[in-house]
T-cell receptor, first 114, second 114 residues
């Protein structure tokens, strides 16, 4: 079945450090790929998405590129802020059909120190 | 309200009790999803509605779990004869329509079964 694998956490960085969070997936066909973020005390929010190979999703300084050849969708940010401290989830969604459920990875906790 | 709301936010139940969790989707959203999130894990799909029709219930873990959306708006997830392994955060998400639409998540209901 479909699955998403995220790197083990937690991750602790100093402010202004470079961030990479790895995500790889297994799926038949060509899924859409997502990063969701969960800030402390809040619900899941869509951070960015990409719907086809080589697409780059971007938002709030975060970027991720859909790499079909390596089945990856790594999240990057050039300079993290304390306010980026949250749990990050990579997810995929199959295209077409009535069911558009999301399949999530385990999530990774990011803590950014001042 | 502008977002997806869920109630109650917290529920404590004794083993064997029945519980009902409510989800109010964003007005006009056709699709509604329920997910279960165990501690330290990513959300896992439970069931999906398109309007009042339950199109996929493949993720419901047992016949003790039942969901309904009788008028195509508010949805209720019911768990009968709760067990300790049912302890989790239950997330509801809605989307406007279609397989490519963004899913907007509610804050979740944290269920603890003692």
């Amino acid at each position: 079945g479909d699955s998403v694998t995220q790197m083990e956490g937690p991750v602790t960085l100093s402010e202004e450090a470079f961030l990479t969070i790895n995500c790889t997936y297994t799926a038949t066909g060509y899924p859409s790929l997502f990063w969701y973020v969960q800030y402390p005390g809040e619900g899941l929010q869509l951070l960015l998405k990409a719907t086809k190979a080589d697409d780059k999703g971007s938002n709030k300084g975060f970027e991720a590129t859909y790499r079909k050849e390596t089945t990856s969708f790594h999240l990057e940010k050039g300079s993290v802020q304390v306010s980026d401290s949250a749990v990050y989830f990579c997810a995929l969604k199959k295209r077409g059909g009535a069911n558009s459920k999301l399949t999530f990875g385990k999530g990774i906790t990011l803590s950014v120190r001042p | 309200g502008a977002g997806v709301s869920q109630s109650p936010r917290y529920k404590v139940a004794k083993r064997g009790q029945d519980v009902a969790l409510r989800c109010d989707p964003i007005s006009g959203h056709v699709s509604l999803f329920w997910y279960q999130q165990a501690l330290g894990q990513g959300p896992e799909f439970l069931t999906y509605f398109q309007n009042e029709a339950q199109l996929d219930k493949s993720g419901l873990p047992s016949d003790r779990f039942f969901a309904e959306r009788p008028e195509g708006s508010v949805s209720t997830l019911k768990i009968q004869r709760t067990q300790q392994e049912d302890s989790a955060v239950y997330l509801c998400a809605s989307s406007l329509a279609g397989a490519t639409d963004t899913q907007y998540f509610g804050p979740g209901t944290r269920l603890t079964v003692l």
